[in-house]
């Protein structure tokens, strides 16, 4: 069965610094990788995904996410956050030959300071 | 117009009650799912259905049962609630396999005493 992990839980910025947040999963054969956000007392809404083609994809809101097959890795990042980004945010991965299922990595939760 | 639309928002209910929640899409989406977010956010998929028939479904007590009486719809009863079942219940649709991702409703906070 597949997996995802999000090393990082709990992340604590201030405005204008960097963010990278991990994902990692465990399947080898063909994947479609997503990034989610949820703000407080929000449902989930799709930030970026990556199905085929460039590696380094480009979402909402000013966020990107690199897809490295051989780290199977697709890391979020943005140049500089904003307290407006203050979510939780969670990687998603869907087999491309496992039926409809989205599984969810356990989610990193961003608090940015202003 | 809200594409998935999940009712009430919040459910509070006493242990051993029954009680139901209905998700609703309007995106012409094939494929619905029941997900259950814990109080430490983790996500899980509960149930799956395709055109209105079962194709997943995870391990959960047979407490819950999904109906969808069309593909529209798909609503979740729970039976003799019990305290852990109290977290945000998410409803989401997608097209096929749901390789373009879900669309998911505003959840519902169900809240067991």
């Known amino acids: 069965a597949q997996s995802v992990s999000q090393h990082n839980h709990h992340v604590i910025l201030s405005e204008a610094a960097s963010l990278e947040l991990g994902c990692n999963y465990s399947?080898?054969?063909?994947?479609?990788l997503f990034w989610y956000v949820q703000y407080p007392g929000q449902h989930l809404q799709l930030l970026l995904k990556?199905?085929?083609?460039?590696?380094l994809v480009k979402g909402i809101k000013g966020f990107e996410a690199e897809f490295i097959k051989s780290k199977f890795s697709f890391n979020l990042r943005k140049p500089s956050v904003q307290w407006s980004d203050t979510a939780e945010y969670f990687c998603?991965?869907?087999?491309?030959?496992?039926?409809?299922?989205?599984?969810f990595g356990g989610g990193t939760r961003l608090m940015v300071k202003p | 117009d809200t594409a998935v639309s999940q009712t009430p928002k919040y459910l509070v209910t006493q242990m051993g009650n029954d009680k139901s929640i209905k998700c609703e899409q309007n995106l012409g989406h094939d494929t619905m799912y029941w997900y259950k977010q814990d109080s430490k956010k983790f996500l899980k998929i509960m149930f799956s259905y395709n055109n209105k028939e079962l194709i997943i479904n995870e391990t959960v007590p047979n407490r819950f049962s999904p109906k969808s009486p069309d593909k529209a719809h798909l609503n979740l009863h729970i039976n003799s609630l019990e305290l852990g079942d109290s977290a945000v219940y998410f409803c989401a649709s997608s097209f096929g396999t749901g390789a373009n991702g879900y669309t998911f409703g505003s959840g519902t906070r169900l809240t067991v005493v």
């Open positions: 399947y080898g054969g063909t994947v479609n």
């Open positions: 990556y199905f085929s083609g460039d590696p």
């Open positions: 998603a991965v869907n087999q491309n030959n496992a039926g409809n299922m989205l599984t």
